[in-house]
């Protein structure tokens, strides 16, 4: 099963609780590039990890996929394993969710092999409990996102558009660009009529933002580069950081915009990761 790439159209910070978990309200996306994740029944739970990145992540006890699978397991009584396999096709703690997509897409694989149907209240909590991104992750279409991620709310049909995604290899934990986020909260940025193109996606998206690029570029200077080569790329809508960073993205209306502004950042950045693909829808 793809674990689909997340992509935060714009993220605002709209608050922060006593707790200290700040409070957003995003627009999310999925992209058709992804890790995979493969399953078979086995008598105990086991992670097999390979792919480009598998050198970046452990199949230790506390990765999250692991952890999905036996919060999973102890949510619905099964006593049954399952040998997973993660194919890691996509940086680690890269802002576009894939250690999220990964347990949400664990979570849906091991519900088919175990053939269980699990109260989705409960589900969703345990999505919750597992990472902010994970409950979004779990619905796996576009929407938007509040709190600190439980709220969850279809965005509806978008119009086809297509992504550039571009990451410098620099790894940019999450808490990090949190810690060195400085200025006002931001209003909610949703709308009621949805763009009916990728040209207008992207102009009511320039009225919004993402309020962690300053955190993130002084956490990983890299960023500003990344932006800049993707802006500076033919027929681009628009360019902006997803999630915490340090993935960049590239908006346009056609997929071969998106793959010839692929081949233009590798030719000058040979170093970075670059996936153009469309739009889930």
């Not at 078979?40 to 999905?68: C, E, M, Q, T, Y």
């Not at 209306?253 to 950045?269: F, K, Q």
Request: glycine share 10%; net charge neutral.
């Amino acid at each position: 099963m793809l674990a689909r790439a997340k992509i935060n159209l714009y993220l605002h910070v709209v608050g922060k609780r006593p707790d200290g978990y700040h409070l957003l309200d995003s627009l999310v996306v999925f992209a058709e590039t992804g890790d995979a994740i493969m399953v078979a029944p086995a008598d105990d739970l086991s992670l097999k990890i390979d792919g480009p990145f598998a050198g970046k992540l452990a199949a230790d006890a506390d990765n999250l996929v692991l952890r999905a699978a036996r919060g999973l397991r102890d949510l619905s009584g099964v006593t049954a394993g399952a040998a997973i396999t993660l194919t890691k096709n996509l940086p680690v703690a890269s802002g576009i969710g894939g250690g999220s997509a990964d347990a949400a897409t664990t979570l849906q694989a091991l519900i088919a092999l175990w053939q269980i149907a699990p109260d989705r209240a409960a589900l969703d909590q345990l999505a919750l409990s597992l990472g902010a991104d994970v409950p979004v992750c779990l619905a796996g279409q576009a929407s938007f996102m509040g709190g600190v991620g439980e709220e969850i709310a279809p965005a509806g049909a978008l119009p086809p558009a297509h992504l550039l995604l571009v990451n410098p290899n620099i790894a940019t934990p999450t808490p990090a660009v949190f810690r060195a986020r400085t200025g006002r909260f931001s209003a909610p940025g949703r709308w009621k009529d949805t763009p009916q193109s990728a040209q207008a996606l992207a102009a009511v998206l320039q009225s919004r933002g993402n309020d962690l690029t300053a955190a993130a570029i002084v956490v990983t200077p890299a960023i500003g580069a990344v932006l800049a080569a993707i802006g500076q790329t033919e027929s681009c809508l628009l360019a902006r950081l997803s999630g915490s960073g340090a993935t960049c993205f590239g908006i346009y209306a056609r997929a071969e915009e998106a793959e010839a502004a692929r081949r233009a950042v590798l030719a000058d950045n040979p170093n970075w990761w670059a996936v153009a693909a469309p739009i889930a829808r």
